[in-house]
């Protein structure tokens, strides 16, 4: 456990570090973030707070990975060291996805970013690589384990290809639609990866407990930026990345259905969407008074710091329970 603290430290200082330079790098370039119009009234001061700082957790996550493949002794073999790269690779190709769309939102002025074909097309095509390259190589087999039981379900290569994208592209949009307030995104997976390290720290599978820490170190030093009142967003280059770590770490592990437990927040999220805009459309009244659901305690009276720190609250309640899963 001390090499993987190691790790954390070390993706947190670069972290740390890193902000210092970039936010004001950002403020620079003027990559400000745009409010949407939709949103909640009182978001309209946040108008220019610089965006894409997700870089900041990326970068000190790479250098996490790189100095946990030594510190953990894993150098010296090469099957986990491409377990580790394929799961920060499936991320960062996310976490490109995303900045494109950042890019198109603040330099060419077109606040939707990208068209959400064009998105859908991309990350599809990130998922369906790193499904087939790690099923195919035998990185990862083609079973999972059914949470609360000592059962592994088989699901073949077949089936377990577009599972497996599925369960990408699902964790991916769902952090990115968490990605709402000062801090939220980046604490609510702060403990899912936690829970993560921890879990692969216990049964010996240390390509996973490597990522997680790196990922965990580079999203504390993120918070100190990140938290309320935000200096700097993660924009879509952070979420993305960050969806498609967790996505990963979750297929790893052999679990992905564990992590509609401890995301739970995330399956929140993306479902009062889902519902709001099905309810609006067929009878023209809302059930939320603004999805997701995050804007909506905002709308009930909820300061951002409340929904923060009841939405982490919630998440290590249900990570504690996911460790008997």
């Not at 100095?67 to 894993?74: D, K, L, R």
């Not at 997976?189 to 580079?218: E, H, R």
């Not at 927040?265 to 099905?278: D, G, N, R, T």
């Amino acid at each position: 456990m001390v090499k993987i603290l190691m790790i954390i430290v070390i993706s947190f200082i670069v972290a740390a570090i890193s902000g210092l330079f970039l936010i004001p790098f950002l403020h620079r370039l003027k990559f400000g973030q745009e409010i949407r119009e939709e949103g909640p009234k009182w978001h309209k001061k946040k108008s220019g707070t610089p965006t894409m700082g997700g870089f900041i957790f990326i970068i000190a996550a790479l250098v996490g990975v790189v100095s946990g493949i030594f510190i953990n002794g894993i150098s010296e073999y090469q099957e986990d060291i491409m377990a580790v790269a394929a799961m920060f690779l499936a991320a960062l190709g996310f976490g490109l996805i995303g900045f494109l769309d950042d890019y198109i939102k603040v330099i060419l002025k077109r606040n939707l970013g990208l068209r959400a074909g064009q998105k859908f097309s991309l990350q599809f095509l990130v998922a369906l690589i790193f499904s087939v390259w790690a099923a195919a190589s035998g990185l990862v087999d083609t079973g999972i384990v059914v949470p609360f039981t000592q059962k592994t379900l088989e699901l073949g290569f077949i089936i377990y290809i577009p599972f497996t994208i599925l369960v990408m592209l699902a964790a991916v949009n769902s952090v990115n639609l968490t990605d709402g307030l000062d801090g939220l995104a980046g604490f609510v997976t702060l403990f899912v990866c936690l829970f993560y390290m921890i879990s692969a720290n216990a049964i010996k599978l240390p390509t996973v407990a490597v990522f997680a820490a790196a990922t965990v170190g580079g999203i504390l030093g993120f918070l100190i930026y990140n938290k309320y009142p935000a200096k700097v967003f993660m924009g879509d280059t952070g979420s993305l990345f960050l969806g498609g770590a967790v996505s990963a770490m979750a297929i790893f592990m052999k679990n992905p259905l564990v992590l509609l437990l401890v995301g739970f927040v995330y399956v929140a999220e993306s479902l009062s969407v889902i519902i709001q805009v099905a309810y609006f459309k067929k009878t023209g009244k809302r059930i939320f008074k603004m999805s997701p659901i995050h804007h909506h305690f905002e709308m009930c009276g909820w300061s951002e710091k409340k929904v923060v720190a009841v939405f982490s609250a919630v998440t290590i309640a249900l990570c504690l329970i996911g460790f008997f899963a």
